[in-house]
């Protein structure tokens, strides 16, 4: 009952987010073109395709780590586990998010493995978050905003390299002195409220340290589901009507706006994601900035396309109910033990 709270505090925190960006949208008249002038359906369309091949391709990703830690897991598998997770992602109010109900589901059909499972979804969000910090740094210096004349860009564009450049440097220490991280897990693990996690952290890393060929697919995979994320976001943005920054422009918003996803709020970040799309697309942008809650009507449309796919996770929802129910029966009873 008390995460079922916590999650509608969290839940009505994005709500008040959304309300707020759209009062703002609404005192400027950002809807009225919106509703007003055409829309190019046929770029709106293109947009929902390159984020449903995103999502298609976060699942051969997450494949990619499961197999390599030896368990058997199919790409029908990996559709039906992703689509599932993606869903409960969407839908849950209590303890079983996503990333928890593709862990169990796994666990529960290969018996003995339950480490290795927990380890490729931990590893699947460390090297998507990881590789979202590589693809925004890369498009900050290929834009110049480390030098923007906006001093938010410029101290977003210092954090993002600098966080970019640890990861980088982490993931390199871990993976070569492997030999410390059987010392290092039993220090992390004793650490006081985040302990818990660094400790998964480090263990979903040494699963992997002597996988690098998989690592490598998993990050030239994670920078193909960023890339396809910013398409999906640039061709929404000229879809609909008003202005649009370049695509240049794009490969740096998106990604920093996506990394919200991290905080501790609902559906990656809701109300976050929309904030910081909206702030962005007054600072970065080349050619000046566009009028206040243009970014907030683009990120609702790419909030669209991914109810759309969620529309396709409840297909697989609806094939598979009894098994579910069981598998979160098991997830909820984990999770009351931890």
């Given amino acids: 009952m008390k995460r079922v709270l916590i999650t509608l505090v969290k839940f009505g925190v994005s709500i008040g987010i959304i309300a707020l960006l759209a009062v703002r949208a609404q005192r400027d008249g950002t809807f009225i073109p919106l509703i007003e002038q055409p829309k190019h359906w046929g770029l709106l369309s293109l947009a929902f395709a390159a984020y449903l091949a995103a999502v298609l391709l976060s699942f051969l990703r997450w494949r990619a780590l499961v197999v390599a830690l030896g368990l058997k897991f199919s790409i029908r598998d990996a559709l039906r586990l992703g689509f599932l997770g993606y869903l409960f992602n969407f839908v849950s109010l209590g303890s079983v998010g996503g990333d928890l109900f593709k862990a169990v589901f796994i666990a529960r059909e290969q018996p003995g493995f339950r480490a290795e499972a927990v380890a490729t979804v931990v590893m699947d969000r460390i090297v998507g978050l990881l590789m979202l910090l590589v693809l925004a740094?890369?498009?900050?210096?290929?834009?110049?905003?480390?030098?923007?004349?906006?001093?938010?860009?410029?101290?977003?564009?210092?954090?993002?390299?600098?966080?970019?450049?640890?990861?980088?440097?982490?993931?390199?220490?871990?993976?070569?002195?492997?030999?410390?991280?059987?010392?290092?897990?039993?220090?992390?693990?004793?650490?006081?409220?985040?302990?818990?996690?660094?400790?998964?952290?480090?263990?979903?890393?040494?699963?992997?340290?002597?996988?690098?060929?998989?690592?490598?697919?998993?990050?030239?995979?994670?920078?193909?589901?960023?890339?396809?994320?910013?398409?999906?976001?640039?061709w929404i943005a000229l879809g609909l009507p008003g202005e649009a920054p370049s695509l240049a422009d794009h490969f740096v918003i998106v990604p920093l706006a996506l990394v919200t996803g991290v905080l501790p709020l609902p559906v990656n970040g809701l109300g976050a994601m929309e904030y910081a799309?909206?702030?962005?697309?007054?600072?970065?942008?080349?050619?000046?900035?566009?009028?206040?809650?243009?970014?907030?009507?683009?990120?609702?449309?790419?909030?669209?396309?991914?109810?759309?796919?969620?529309?396709?996770?409840?297909?697989?929802?609806?094939?598979?109910?009894?098994?579910?129910?069981?598998?979160?029966?098991?997830?909820?009873?984990?999770?009351?033990?931890?």
Avoid: N
Wanted: net charge positive.
């Fill in 277 to 338: 799309v909206d702030a962005l697309y007054q600072w970065i942008p080349a050619s000046g900035a566009l009028p206040e809650g243009r970014g907030f009507v683009v990120a609702l449309g790419y909030r669209a396309a991914t109810l759309l796919a969620a529309v396709i996770a409840a297909a697989y929802y609806l094939a598979s109910r009894r098994e579910v129910a069981q598998v979160l029966d098991a997830a909820e009873l984990d999770m009351a033990r931890t």
């Fill in 137 to 234: 740094s890369v498009a900050i210096l290929a834009t110049g905003q480390l030098h923007s004349t906006v001093r938010e860009v410029q101290l977003i564009s210092q954090g993002t390299l600098a966080a970019a450049l640890a990861g980088v440097a982490g993931m390199g220490v871990l993976a070569v002195a492997s030999a410390l991280a059987g010392a290092w897990r039993r220090w992390l693990g004793r650490l006081p409220l985040v302990g818990s996690v660094a400790e998964k952290l480090l263990a979903a890393v040494v699963a992997y340290r002597h996988k690098p060929g998989v690592l490598v697919v998993s990050c030239l995979l994670s920078l193909a589901i960023h890339s396809c994320c910013t398409l999906s976001v640039y």
